[in-house]
């Protein structure tokens, strides 16, 4: 009760702000889906944690071969997953098509509010899901090692042929 009584007073008469409106506070235009952001992060933690939790710390240690493999691989399943065109039906209930952005890639724009707008901003921004996508490669090399090796292995490789394709369309232009 002296807390109350003492936050009280450095406050002034008005109560606590409501847990929601330190959200509010931060975009009062609310331009940014904040708490859907809240709502995923939340998720993407308690997974983690989960994993953490029920895990033994021994099988946790990945190797700094595996640590590059599941980095390619990210990358690649990341940008897969957020640009390729022949995915557009998975995120369509999520954004909206803007244009094509090249070498089979589409740009995208989320749509709606709040957790889909959240989930939308998700689906269409690599960066944004590389934790998702790396966590979840780590997490099944713990659990499946030589599974998650392979498939890491494909996308991996499939990154090193774009870099091909885009080196090569390179030194096309270059040779005009």
Known sequence: MRYYRTMTMELGTRAAPAPGALLEDYDPAHQLPVAGYAALISVWGALMGAVLVTSKPAS?????????????????????MAKDRVLAPVRAPFTSYQKPAGAGEVEEKARGTG???????????????APWVASALAFFLVK??????????????????DVCQQGYSALKQLSK
């Open 60 to 80: 946790l240690h990945l190797r700094t071969g595996d640590t590059l493999l599941v980095g390619v691989a990210t990358f690649q399943l990341t940008r897969i």
């Open 115 to 129: 957790l889909r707008k959240a989930i939308g901003e998700l689906l269409t921004c690599p960066y944004c899901l």
């Open 144 to 161: 499946a090692p030589q599974k998650t090796r392979w498939l890491a292995s494909v996308f991996a490789a499939v990154a090193l042929a």
